[in-house]
């Protein structure tokens, strides 16, 4: 799953107010989970601490499209009475309830994701196994451990625990985020599209994910076609597609600026991937965040890799791709050869005629009737063409 790299603090007014919801469904849970002792209290708790300070891009996006569908200059302002009634306020709280739940999404897939890559860290720092994995580590010292106690077989019995864990833990903020969508104070009509919606989204990151699975493990042919369709059911479908189109369907907007939303949400999401693949594979580290070349220790099929399979480079691509003792020098040396064979340019032109899609989409199907939303979807695509976090 994308871990996006954005700052905080480009929309202050935003992240507080999911924060706040966030934290508010949060404690419903930790109150919850005082009945069942001390040990899955502070599993909730070290859950919690691993979820605050995320970066809200999918929240985010919700929260400015909706804004943006409901300005007064538009005409489109379906609830129109601010301060005598509780009733536009209420709205705005639905869809920042909404939008959090968006983000526990997000939590559980990545729970889930970094137990399928057997992952501790993310983006260099203990994720909830690995944290959970460390402190149960630590007490377990030379003046602890007993001389009968086997130290190998103890760490095998704590990556269980923790990988259990995640698993677990991921089910039950799947399960909140569900109960934020299902409970919201929203009209019934509003609620069954949204439901289908999620429905949808769910099931599109699961298909992708497999299908990642399946590339990495050789299972299916890493054709381009089958690289760029994982990217879009993976990351595109619930990164920008459902926010966008969930804020459609809580603005009240027309079934046709839904679908145009959807449209343009899986092509911001694709290029979003892309742009990702394209960091780890020529990008600053220590700018972007991510180990360097994971994507080619990993294996991880890509549509860069994609591309180069198709050169007359691949077979000196292949040797050092995913291979076991892949040192740092390894990863220059194919940053070297995808650049020489036209794979980099091929992806960067890629991404940006996907941009270039979505600047078009807004300006010929969304500027009449929602010039605001129109300036919005624009200025979003300006601020992630070029990217590099």
Known sequence: M???????????HYTAEIDAVLQRIMLRGRNRSTAYGPQFSHIWDLANSCLTGG???RPRLLMEVFDALTPDQDGIRWLKEPS??????????AALEIAAGIELLHYAFVIHDDLIDEDL???????LMGSLL???EEPRGMETLGETENPVQNQSKDVHFVRSVGLLVGDLMLSSAHHVFATADLPRSARLRLLDLVEHTVTESCVGELKDVGLSDGVLDPALEATLEM???KTATYTFEF??????ILAGASIDIEATLASIGRDLGVAFQLQDDILSAFGDEFVHGKDAYSDFREGKETPLIAFARTTNAWPAIQQRFGAD???????ELLSSLLRECGAEEFVRTMISELFERVVTSASSRLAASSPSLARCIVDLAASLEGRAT
């Not at 005598?84 to 709280?93: C, F, K, L, M």
């Not at 926010?243 to 459609?248: E, I, K």
Request: hydrophobic share 30%.
């Open 2 to 12: 994308v871990d996006v790299a954005a700052d905080r603090s480009t929309y202050p």
């Open 243 to 248: 926010p966008l189109r969930a804020a459609a």
């Open 84 to 93: 005598t009634s509780s009733r536009a306020e209420v709205r705005r709280d």
């Open 231 to 233: 990217t879009r059911l």
């Open 55 to 57: 970066k809200l891009l």
């Open 121 to 127: 860290t993310r983006r260099g720092k203990p994720n």
């Open 134 to 136: 460390k402190e149960m």
């Open 325 to 331: 003792d892949f040192k740092g020098s390894d990863g």
